[in-house]
C-alpha cells in the first residue's frame, strides 16, 4: 500500500499564507510530520501569482528532509513541469481526467519525467458518472491514451473519486465496486488510489476518524493500492500496515481483516463475526453498514 500524505494543502488559511511567504520552517515541519509517508502531496492549485515557481521550492524543501516522493498536485501544467524538472525522486502527477487537453499534456509529462500518473474518472462535461461502470467506461478511454503514449500499466493509478457518505451515501458503495472492477478489468493490470479523507466531509468531527478508517478497510479489500491520507492519523496508517502483513493484535484488527476479505471474496455483512458487547466492534459494523448502504446514514449513527 502506498501512502500518500495530504498535510500540504492549499485549502488551509495557514498553509496558503506559508507558501506565499515562502515560510521554510512552516513548511519544513508539515513535511515532517509526513515522513510516515512514502510520497508528500504538493497541493498548490492553479499555482498562479504569488505561487508561480513554488514546487522547486517546495521539492527542494523535501528533498532536504530525505526519502520520500513527491505527489504534484496541481491544475497548472506549466508549473508541474517545474515541479518534475526540480526534482529527481519518486513522483505522482496529481492528476489527469479524461478531457483530452489535459489528458493529453498529463500524458505527456508522465512519460517525460517517467512519472506515477493519477487518473480521475471523470470529464468536464459529464462530472463524476453515479455508477461503477460509467466509471469504468472512462478508465478504459484513458488507459487507452496512456498505452498510446508508452506509458507503462504499472504506472497508471485511477481514482475512482469518493465522494461524502453524508452527501450521497449509495456512492461509498459505488467507489468500492469501481475499485473492484478496475482491478479486475485491465490486463496488464493498473493500480488504483483514493482521496480518502472525501468520505468523510461535512461529518461530524468525532466520527470522522471512525469513517475513515472502516472504509479504508473496505477499499483494502476492494484492491486499493494508493491512498492519499492524513499523515497525523497514526491509527488509519498502523490499519493500513496492520492489512498489509495481517498481523492482528487485537480482536479490532481481527474484525478490520474479516471485513476486508468479506469485500474481497464478495462476501456479506450479516455473515461477519464480531462481538456484539463490544461497543466498538459495534460501531465499526454499525459503520460498515452506512458504507455499504445497508442503512441510512445520520450524523449520530453510531448513537442510534
Sequence with gaps: MILIGENIHVISKSVQNALIERDENFISGLIN????????????????????????????????QGGSGISFDTTNSDEMERGLKSFSGKTFINSTSKDAERLEKMTDLALRYDSNLIALTLDKETGIPKTSDGRLEIAFEIYEKCLEKGIESEKIFFDPLILPVGVEQLQAKEALNTIKMIKESFDPPVKTVIGLSNISNG???????????????????AGLDAAIIDAKDLELVRI?????????????DKLYISLAEMIEN?????NVDYDKNSPEQVKIIKTAKILLNNEIYSPSFTQI
Design 33 to 64: 510530520i509526513q515522513k510516515n509517508m512514502d510520497y508528500v502531496d504538493l497541493n498548490i492549485g492553479p499555482a498562479k501569482k504569488n505561487f508561480e515557481n513554488i514546487l522547486p521550492w517546495l521539492a527542494g524543501l523535501v528533498k532536504k
Design 240 to 252: 493500513f500496515r496492520m492489512l498489509e502483513t495481517g498481523s492482528a493484535k487485537s480482536d479490532i
Design 203 to 221: 461529518c461530524p468531527k468525532d466520527i470522522r476518524p471512525l469513517i475513515n478508517h472502516v472504509f479504508a478497510v473496505l477499499a483494502f479489500g
Design 266 to 270: 464478495f462476501g456479506e455483512l450479516d
